[in-house]
Structure formats: C-alpha cells, structure tokens
C-alpha cells in the first residue's frame, strides 16, 4: 500500500497494483489515474505524452524516469537512472526501437 491524494486533499492508505495502473494509463491514452504512475514501489511524475509518430509517456522520479510505449499487443517499459548515466532520451530511443522491432515482428 502507499499514500494516495484524495480530492478533497487528504492522502489516504490504498493497495497500488502497480501493473493495474499501467494498464490504465494505456487505457486513457496516457493519462494516469488518482494512484499515478508506479514501477517497484516508487511514484512516478506524469510529465508528458504523445500519439505520432509512436503513442509514448514519459514520467519523472528523482534520479530518473520511464518511458512507456505499445506496440499492436505488448505494453513496453523503460526505465532510466541519472546515477548509472542514463538519460531519458537513451531511454526513449531504446524503447521506441524495441516496440518498432516487436511491431515488425507481428507483435
């Protein structure tokens, strides 16, 4: 379980499923719900998305981010760390290409 900001400004304790939320994010066209966005028990910042040429989100954590994308059938995750050099564009360019290659692959 992790805090939560309510509406009415209060955080409260809920159970965060965490592949749950990335498959509602896809499911609004990149927009996180009220949990946000979570890989390994860490919240994510929802900073931007885009449809063309590749439907993608970026999102910030400190000392790093991810990058999500899909191809026809597989939802794809990447992860960076300031701390091992890594940055969002490589990141960006690593996950693009993998859903490219999966897409040309029939997946």
Not at 18 to 26: A, F, P, Y
Not at 46 to 55: A, C, G, I, K, S
Request: one cysteine or more; a negative charge; hydrophobic letters at 30%.
């Amino acid at each position: 379980s992790a805090p939560v900001l309510l509406e009415t400004g209060e955080e409260e304790q809920q159970h965060i499923n965490e592949c749950e939320l990335v498959c509602e994010l896809i499911r609004t066209n990149g927009y996180p719900g009220s949990k946000g966005i979570r890989f390994n028990h860490e919240k994510y910042m929802f900073l931007r998305r885009q449809d063309e040429p590749q439907f993608c989100v970026w999102a910030k954590k400190a000392g790093g981010g991810c990058v999500i994308s899909t191809s026809q059938v597989m939802i794809v995750v990447g992860t960076f760390s300031d701390k091992k050099g890594q940055t969002s564009n490589g990141c960006t360019n690593a996950v693009q290409s993998y859903v490219e290659y999966l897409e040309k692959s029939g997946f």
